[in-house]
């Protein structure tokens, strides 16, 4: 991928509907240099994940506290925050209720019409095209054919150094969805994902499930995530993915205040699930792979490609598209950031680093026809060999076991 440099980073942004943000950096995105230190330099996972201080390192009291809701420390009666939510016009935020967890910690529909799905609650229906007027929809596949739109979610890890490796050797980008935590925790991994090329969008600040929360608490964390990706990197990403795909128009309508476009998948890998949650074994995550790169072959994507949701969350879930990668590129024509397949040439709010259109990409013809500095269109139907089935691929799984996910994501199993 070839960046253009265009303007200077800006510091303070207004959103879209001119909301009051403090989005400030010292980060060139153009010209990142990382230390040579084990935590950048070594594959041992040992000596990547202990703590190191940098020159990014945070004011605890102006931030919210990691890994908590993106509320808590104060952050929600901070002049800043006020600002910010005070400049919304929230007579209008779709009047849709504050979903609640079951003791098991999975979202709780009990009373929910899921047949005409008012909300377009993903959770239920895997609705991505908004009910409501002036939300942004969600992008899910990627408009152009025979494309595999990698994207990988919950990073970044301190012990990703091999699978950046990995990907830089095989001249490889990919959407990396980072956790606002996990930025201000382990910077020189953000600055790595932006030096090496990656697209950059957001995951919240601590992965909560976003529907749960009330608008003051969806804002902070989208809010808060950006900012950090903003400090530490230098650009603030126009692109996010809800914590577990969990989104309906009321969360929609909160984002695209902060010009904020959602960013799901069609095929899911479960691989964050291997030899962790019940029936989901290496086996299982090798055969969702093998059957996604049978779609390649088989004219699944031949007219329109998809997007694969897969996680940078631990070794394990980055072994698997390290083994597969080979397999896939075979499969498919061409393997690529979500960005780059969706002709979204400017996906930050900065324009000091752009990314090349499809055709531009892959020195060929687009069936798009045309590139869009923001989002486009919301993305199309796979093609039409593809079944329902194949098309949600494990989908719903997510719905009941976001407490066990969350588990994984704090480390708090140890995967073999």
Known sequence: MTWKIALASVAVFAGVNAVTTNYTSNTDPTQITLPDIPQVTSQDPAQQCVYYNSPYSIAPNEWPTVWDIATSNGMNTSAEFQALYNSIDWTKVPNFPVRTLTAEGGLDMTGYDSA????????????KSPKVEGINADLYACHEPDVWGLTFDDGPNCSHNAFYDFLQENKQKATMFYI??????????????????????????????MTTLTNEEILAELYYTQKAIKYVTGVTPKYWRPALGDLDDRVRWIATQLNLTAIIWNLDTFDWAANVQPGITTQTVDDLYASFIEMGKNGTFDHSGNIVLSHEINNQTMDFFMKHYPEIKNAYSHVMDVATCM?????????????????QAVGGSSSSGSSTSNNGSSAVTPGAAMSSTEANAGNTLYTSKGALFITVLLGLLVLA
């Open 116 to 127: 005409t799905d008012p909300a377009c609650w993903w959770s239920t229906s895997q609705c």
């Open 180 to 209: 606002g935590s996990n930025v201000v925790n382990w910077p020189y991994g953000a600055l790595r994902g932006v030096k090496d090329g990656h697209h950059i969008a957001g995951h919240t600040w601590s992965h909560k499930m």
């Open 343 to 359: 002709n979204i040439t400017q996906p930050y709010i900065e324009s000091t680093v752009t990314f090349p259109t499809f055709e």
